[in-house]
């Protein structure tokens, strides 16, 4: 049984949805559980106009972040985790070299995926060489970039390039994205993601998963249509992985 799983995570609650049952699972079974959020800084004003629309959808227009890392501290409680918040800008502050945003109003979020943003990277990595060497991680778990949103891509690029081959690297399905296709882009230095593992939920798990997502009241509106319950998309979703038993995907990194 791992001792310490350090977690790192793109946004405040895709640790939750895509791999919250294994992370009770793992803290229930006395593993210490770090969860690392990368783009959990706080944005300067003034913001973009497509972080103004989500600050008006999200009901949080002063101090958002600042809100949402409570946010996350709370669903952190339930899964039984350390949350630890990272300063790295989310793609919705963050500016292009010639000074304009990152993306724009009518951009997708996976606009600028191949853009450069060379410091950025390199910070990213060293951010993630330099936790996992204070806290000597068992196994990291973090994203597949499942739907390649450009921070999921660059946090996996970054866990991927920082610790492949020096410790385990296990890559979840990243949900919502997962349930509406499974297209992921190609790992850095040749690497390659193996064979998904379903790794299956208790119950009490499963429900500590739902009860952290539950936290992320001011996401709900942007991840799935207003009529849905997430109860019912993720546990069809996921007893599909588990041959009936809820399940979460994980793809061990491989060169």
């Excluded at 009936?244 to 060169?255: H, I, K, Q, W």
Aim: with cysteine.
């Amino acid at each position: 049984m791992p001792s310490h799983i350090l977690v790192v995570s793109p946004h405040l609650d895709d640790a939750a949805l895509s791999a919250g049952s294994r992370i009770h699972h793992l803290a229930s079974e006395g593993a210490e559980v770090t969860v690392f959020t990368m783009f959990a800084g706080i944005p300067p004003l003034p913001y973009s106009p497509i972080a103004e629309y989500f600050h008006y959808t999200w009901g949080l227009e002063t101090e958002p972040m600042e809100h949402r890392r409570e946010e996350d501290r709370k669903a952190m409680a339930r899964l039984g985790a350390t949350p630890l918040h990272g300063e790295f800008l989310d793609a919705v502050y963050r500016r292009r070299s010639d000074g304009g945003w990152l993306i724009d109003v009518d951009g997708p979020m996976v606009q600028g995926s191949e853009a450069v943003e060379p410091q950025l990277c390199d910070l990213l990595m060293r951010a993630v060489a330099e936790l996992a060497e204070r806290i000597q991680p068992d196994v990291v778990l973090t994203s597949a970039a499942v739907g390649n949103h450009i921070d999921h891509r660059r946090t996996r690029d970054a866990v991927v390039t920082a610790l492949a081959g020096k410790v385990p690297v296990r890559c979840w399905e990243d949900l919502p994205y997962g349930l509406r296709g499974s297209d992921i882009p190609p790992l850095p230095d040749g690497r390659a993601l193996l064979d998904p593992v379903a790794e299956t939920a208790g119950e009490a798990s499963w429900a500590a998963k739902y009860a952290a997502i539950e936290c992320y009241r001011s996401q709900h509106s942007m991840l799935w249509p207003p009529d849905a319950d997430f109860r019912d998309l993720f546990d069809a979703h996921a007893t599909s992985h588990g041959g009936g038993t809820p399940a979460e995907l994980f793809r061990p990194v491989g060169p």
